[in-house]
Each structure stands twice: as structure tokens, then as C-alpha cells.
């Protein structure tokens, strides 16, 4: 069996991937991502960002994300739509805009209003506020914070529950995966908007992981529980586990069990209710161009060939 029907066995809602719009022209990618046996869900990984769907004031332009929305629902795959707020991949008007308050709330609601009413009813989630955080857990200086300090959150998520009741509302980031201050600032987040009544569903954890440093199993299903204890689903959203390349036997059998770990944590925490690899084959990483001379953080290499890294996330769904 493959990867989503396992995960499905395991109790999880999916297992699946990240994909983008390039890969749609790679008649090889396009059916291995559609075999819905290995993939039950696919995330856009660049096309619902706002460079992309708002590049300016007012306009929108949902081309791209549509093209994936619609592979996803030819396919019966689900949908982890990404992302509405982001310091990242902003359009230069909101970035370098002159800002007040007022103007900035009523520029991000009407980002989230309109994103989020075209896709209406068909993102399983959304991640609402992505990476607000930085290491020592305090907020990024963003120009949202700058401008409308943390209440932008709230704001944020208040907004995308009015517009659409029904799809999950998540608050995702990186380095979330030990405890330590970053999860505590995102502890923190859920915690104050659930105290002031703000709707939060899930929070994801994008576990961009290191071969050799990933956490323990152990870590990882104590760092988790402290999420679900507060009321929330986790998913392990963007996962990949990248090495110093080039390969070498020893690099990919802890690759092998670094996946199956995490994975395996994932699956034994009620609650934790998917994994998604940040694309599947090698080729289309972005990895390698972020961190030159690193690589090969996925269960496919550039050929579409199975690696040993897809047989320790077979191992962590089975517990086999
Ligand atoms: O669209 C332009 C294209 O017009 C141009 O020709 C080309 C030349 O460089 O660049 C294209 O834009 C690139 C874009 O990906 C689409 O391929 C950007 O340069 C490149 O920076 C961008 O990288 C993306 C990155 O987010 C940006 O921060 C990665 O593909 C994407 O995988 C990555 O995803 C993020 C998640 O959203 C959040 N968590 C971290 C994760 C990894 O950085």
C-alpha cells in the first residue's frame, strides 16, 4: 500500500504534498502527484500568496491558484490552501506601502475576504498567519506588527471565520517542532485567541528538518500534545529533511529514520491529523537554491524513483 492509504489506516486524514504551478507542464510529476493512493491532499506552494493573488490594491488575480485548486479537485485530493497573511511574498505595494492602522486592517481584511470567499468551500484549511514568530518567540517585525502590533492576529483570523464558518483555521510556523520559546510563542498565540474568543482550529508545524538533528519521536509527541492540549488539531505541514549532500549510505538511513520518527509521532498523538511533504521529488525542491550545496529532503528523487526516506515514512505508518 501507499502513502495516503496507509496514513488513512493509521487514523490520519492524509498524507500529502506540496506542489506548484512549474510542475504542472511535468507530465511525469503531474500523474505521480495524482495517484491518489500516495497523495490524499495537496497544498498550493506558492500560488494563494499574496504577491500572487493580490499584486496590487484590489486586484486579484487567481489564475494560478485556481490551477492547482482545480487538479486537487479533479483528483479528490484535499486542500491545505496557503497562505493569507505572511511577511514573505508580499506584494511591494503592501510591503513598502506607507501604512497607518487604519489602512492596513482595511487593506488585510479585504485580502482575506476576497481570497478566502473565492475558495469557499474548497480548502479543507487555511493558514491564516503564517510564520509571526521569531526564534526567542517574540513577533517578527513584520509591517503588519509594526503597524497594527499583534492584534493584526486576531484581526486575521477573526476576519477569515466571518468570511467562511467551515474550513479549519490555522496558525502555521517553523521551528515549532521542540518545545523551547518558539513553541511557546506559539502556545501563546493560541492560548490568547482562545482566551479573547477567537476562532483557531489547528496549528501546522512545517518540520523543514535536518538529517541528524530532527528531534526524537519522544520530543516530537511531547511537543505536539502540548499543542492538542489546548484544544487545537496539529499537521505536520511543510516536512522535508534535508543533508549535506553529496548522499552517502549513512546520510540516508538516518534520513530513513528521521522521517519514520516523525511520521510515527504524528500518528500516535490524537489529534495530530496529517502530514505534508513539502513537495515529493527531489526536483522540485526548494531546498537546494535556499541552502546551497544541501539537498535530496525528499522520499523521490529527481527521476520519481522511491528512496529509502519513503520507506521510513512506510515505517512510521505502519509502526512497523
Ligand atoms: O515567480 C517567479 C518567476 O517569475 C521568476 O522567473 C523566478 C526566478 O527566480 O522566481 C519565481 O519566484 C520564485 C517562487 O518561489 C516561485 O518559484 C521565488 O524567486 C522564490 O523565492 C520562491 O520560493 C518559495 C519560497 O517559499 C519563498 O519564500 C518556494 O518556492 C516555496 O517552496 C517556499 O515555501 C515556504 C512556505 O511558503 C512557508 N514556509 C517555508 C517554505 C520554504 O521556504
Known amino acids: 500500500a501507499q502513502l495516503h492509504t496507509l496514513a ?9 504534498t506540496a506542489t506548484d504551478n512549474i510542475e504542472l507542464s511535468d507530465a511525469a510529476l503531474v500523474t505521480a502527484l495524482s495517484n491518489l493512493t500516495e497523495f490524499g491532499q495537496i497544498t498550493p506552494g506558492n500560488s494563494q500568496k ?29 486542500l ?31 485580502h482575506i475576504t476576497t481570497t478566502m470567499t473565492h475558495y469557499k468551500g474548497q480548502c479543507y484549511a487555511w493558514d ?10 517574540s513577533f517578527r517585525e513584520s509591517v503588519f506588527f509594526k503597524t497594527m502590533g499583534e492584534s493584526y492576529i486576531k484581526i486575521a483570523f477573526d476576519t477569515a471565520a466571518a468570511t467562511d464558518p467551515d474550513v479549519k483555521l490555522y496558525y502555521n510556523d517553523f521551528s515549532i517542532e521542540n518545545p523551547g520559546p518558539k513553541a511557546t510563542g506559539a502556545l501563546n498565540i493560541v492560548k490568547s485567541l482562545k482566551a479573547s474568543g477567537t476562532k483557531i482550529d489547528g496549528v501546522g508545524l512545517q518540520a523543514h528538518f535536518i538529517v541528524g538533528s530532527t528531534p526524537s519521536k519522544a520530543v516530537q509527541i511531547k511537543n505536539l500534545e502540548s499543542f492538542t ?5 496539529v499537521a505536520y505541514t511543510e516536512l522535508d529533511i534535508r543533508m549535506t549532500l553529496p548522499s552517502t549510505a549513512a546520510l540516508d538511513a538516518q ?13 500516535q498523538v490524537t489529534n495530530c491529523i496529517g502530514v505534508t511533504v513539502w513537495d515529493f521529488s527531489d526536483k522540485y525542491s526548494w531546498v537546494p537554491s535556499t541552502f546551497p550545496g544541501t539537498g535530496s529532503a525528499l522520499p523521490f528523487d529527481e527521476n ?10 512506510v515505517a512510521g505508518l505502519t509502526g512497523a
Open 128 to 137: 491564516v498567519v503564517n510564520e509571526a514568530l521569531e526564534s526567542d518567540g
Open 50 to 78: 499574496w504577491d500572487s493573488i493580490e499584486p496590487s490594491p484590489n486586484t486579484f488575480s487567481f489564475e494560478k491558484g485556481d490551477a492547482i485548486t482545480a487538479l486537487g479537485a479533479k483528483n479528490s485530493q484535499l
Open 8 to 16: 488513512l489506516a493509521a487514523g490520519l486524514e492524509y498524507f500529502g
Open 255 to 267: 534520513q530513513t529514520t528521521d522521517y519514520e520518527n516523525t511520521v510515527a509521532a504524528c500518528v
Open 229 to 233: 492540549a489546548l484544544g487545537v488539531e
Open 80 to 110: 491545505r490552501c496557503h497562505t493569507l497573511v505572511w511577511f514573505q511574498q508580499l506584494p511591494v505595494w503592501v510591503q513598502n506601502g506607507t501604512w497607518t492602522n487604519a489602512t492596513l486592517t482595511a487593506a488585510l481584511k479585504n
Open 304 to 313: 520519481l524513483v522511491r528512496k529509502s526516506a519513503y520507506f521510513g515514512i
